[in-house]
């Protein structure tokens, strides 16, 4: 690879204040910096120590109102089914639950925690590729609501093991309709050359052989194409093939209740034109809504990414002209979405006085011994000095959840924001927490087990 010249600060890239405005959760104070809600964010960094995930509670509860008022306003009868895999904390859990919302689960990990944060096995929906014998069995003997089926093959076990409990398996058909979502390739889920789902063409004679299977009641079909979408048209193009597929399931007699439509609606990470939730409640009106169906949703980052943010703080400023690195005590092991799709987080100074100084490019890293620990190139920042604090913004989905220990750091304190209120809901845990569970074997130290 040759080695490329420092771009200049992209002009291209939103300021601190457009970022700021765009956010109605966060504000910038000459007195307190960068607040959310009513808590000056350096507050809680002070308290807590950096790196820590902020989540504002009011956000999550505004956004999932909105989501439920545009799909009634359209006259949908909708459930929203929060996916779990997004932000799995059970703060947030139990904020879905109060709210009266379902879950989109992929493991019995999350349906174990689902279920702790307050939400209703009936009001869960079981997702997921490779579910096993043992975690389907765990499933139907909780009672979730639904399980989607990815293949003819997972049908066939869900048959034995509901005809082996007594139990009855209520199933959708997951259907991988080969629409292209437009997004990143690696969160891309409905073309026919990925893993998920089952093959449109044969969804219709799968469905009725589910139909013929004791112990199983094939409630519907559904679909996920993928995720951070944030045009209309893969969705269109998707629900109007279901509604098709439902109509012909229907034509050969078969019933069909729910369509359960997946999540994917993307946000306004940089500059990107987020659709409002009225444009897919339309877009579901037109293609399913006059069909007489229960539609489910599934939305993750939609709900949570904007609420969160993670706080940093700058190490050291390495010149090493004519680049600038700053480097931060949050990694990539923290949040990995920059070194892993390299996606784009705005990133704000929490001080006012550094928000409103002029800016120039920076390289902005973490301290992980990995050239993809990066999470902003040329991005224009102010001078800052180390001690600085910075809020890496829309990190409330798929940030935690994905975040590991990698290079023996401990994962990042969490805290929830409730107006003038702020809770730690996961202390940053001891180093010796690292290896508690970890088992150096007798014959390492002069034991005499075995092994
Ligand atoms: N339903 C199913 C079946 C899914 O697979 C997913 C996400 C969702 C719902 C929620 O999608 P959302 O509304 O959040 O787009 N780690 C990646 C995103 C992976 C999404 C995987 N599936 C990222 O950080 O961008």
Redesign the pocket.
């Known amino acids: 690879m040759t080695a490329t010249a420092p771009r200049p600060a992209d002009a291209g890239d939103p300021s601190f204040t457009e970022l700021v405005a765009a956010r109605p959760h966060l504000a910038l104070h000459a007195q307190d910096g960068l607040t959310m809600d009513e808590v000056p964010l350096a507050a809680i960094a002070d308290a807590v120590g950096t790196p820590c995930f902020v989540y504002s509670a009011a956000t999550i509860r505004r956004r999932y109102a909105a989501l439920a008022g545009a799909l009634e306003r359209a006259g949908l009868d909708a459930r929203i089914h929060y ?1 779990v ?2 932000n799995d904390h059970l703060a947030v859990l139990a904020l879905i639950a109060r709210e009266g919302g379902g879950a ?1 689960v ?1 493991s019995v990990g999350e349906l174990a925690r689902a279920v702790e944060g307050g939400i209703p096995p009936a009001r869960i929906v079981y ?2 590729v490779g579910k096993t014998e043992a975690e389907l069995g765990e499933a139907l003997a909780r009672g979730v609501g639904q399980i ?1 089926v990815e293949s003819a093959e997972e049908l066939d076990m869900i048959a034995a093991l509901a005809a082996a409990g007594g139990w009855r398996a209520r199933v959708a058909l ?1 259907v991988n309709p080969d629409v292209d979502a437009g997004t ?1 390739p ?2 891309t ?1 409905g073309l026919a050359e990925n893993k ?1 789902g089952i093959p449109y063409a044969e969804a219709g004679a799968l469905y009725a052989h589910a139909a013929r299977l004791p112990g199983i009641e094939p409630v519907g079909v ?1 679909v ?1 194409i ?4 944030t045009a209309m048209a893969p969705f269109r193009a998707a629900y109007g093939r279901i509604a098709e597929l439902v109509r012909g399931l229907r034509g050969a007699g078969l019933p069909v209740e729910r369509v359960d439509c ?5 946000i306004t990470y940089r500059d990107e034109i987020a659709p409002a939730p009225e444009a897919l409640a339309g877009v579901l009106e037109r293609t399913l809504g006059g069909l007489g169906l229960r539609l489910i949703v ?5 709900l949570v ?1 904007p609420a969160g943010v993670l706080l940093a703080s700058v190490v050291l400023v390495k010149a090493a002209a004519p680049r600038r690195f700053v480097v931060l005590d949050a990694g990539m092991n923290d949040l ?2 920059p070194a ?2 390299d ?1 784009w987080h705005g990133i704000v100074p929490l001080a006012a006085a550094d928000a409103v100084a002029p800016v120039s490019p920076a390289e902005v890293v973490g301290p992980v011994c990995e050239s993809a620990d990066v999470f902003a190139r040329a991005r224009g920042l102010p001078v800052l000095a180390p001690g600085a604090r910075v809020a890496i913004l829309d990190a409330g ?2 940030g935690a959840v ?1 975040s590991s220990t990698y290079n023996a750091r401990p994962p990042a304190a969490q805290v929830m924001v409730e107006g003038t209120r702020w809770h730690v809901i996961r202390p940053r845990p001891p180093l010796a927490a690292l290896w508690r569970d970890e088992i150096v074997p007798p014959f390492l130290t002069g034991g005499t087990g075995r092994g």
Do not use: C
């Open positions: 996916a895999k997004a989109d992929v997702s997921g989607n997951r990143h690696k969160i889920t998920f559904a996920h993928g995720s951070q979408i997946g999540g994917g609606l993307g599934e939305p993750g980052r939609w990414a990995l979405r892993l799709y996606a989905a798929y994905m």
